[in-house]
């Protein structure tokens, strides 16, 4: 029964991603940048990002400072962060929540708990085993200086304060955010 729930939720979430045509940021780990783009096309590439300590890919553990892999929303702006601005994602998503059940990373109410927010459009828990406050945010009162020489963030993609500035005029709550 969980599995077929869960396929259902996957497939739903993936369908509602792909039908939107509005801004959206695809942020390359790798090549360290986040790409804003309309439909498929790049309107603006905002480069020198930093990422977690521990680097990108699937999320293990609350204080693994890795920065997840996956499709999120932007759920809720932090205007008053200590990083300047923090636009905080949906994270854990129901495919990371399905991958940390079958791993026992999270059991059962708090997989459900964290489906459901989703299938409501809501903020899913964010103090679950996986973590949470995965964001994109600025640096605040940090040195620009040490952004540039090394990942530092504890999962988070850090930009610079004049490019979350810039950010915050194309993005918005429910903005649709891939990280690769």
């Not at 029964?1 to 369908?15: D, G, P, Y």
């Not at 939107?20 to 390359?28: G, P, R």
Request: with cysteine; aromatic share 8%; hydrophobic share 35%.
């Amino acid at each position: 029964m969980l599995r077929i729930f869960s396929l259902v939720c996957c497939s739903f979430f993936s369908v509602v991603v792909s039908a939107n045509d509005d801004v959206w940021l695809l942020v390359d780990t790798k090549a360290r940048k986040i790409e804003v783009k309309k439909g498929e096309h790049t309107i603006e590439t905002i480069d020198k990002i930093a990422i977690g300590r521990g680097g990108a890919g699937t999320k293990a553990y609350r204080g693994d400072n890795i920065t997840p892999h996956g499709s999120y929303k932007i759920g809720w702006v932090g205007e008053k962060s200590s990083f300047r601005r923090f636009f905080g994602l949906t994270y854990p998503s129901v495919d990371d929540a399905q991958k940390a059940f079958q791993r026992h990373v999270i059991d059962e109410p708090t997989y459900y708990r964290i489906v459901s927010a989703h299938m409501n459009n809501e903020i899913p828990p964010q103090n679950t085993p996986l973590g949470g406050q995965i964001g994109i945010h600025g640096l605040g009162s940090a040195d620009e200086r040490v952004h540039t020489l090394f990942d530092w963030t504890h999962g988070c993609i850090a930009l610079t304060n004049g490019q979350i500035d810039h950010l915050s005029q194309l993005v918005d709550t429910g903005t649709v955010v891939k990280i690769k």
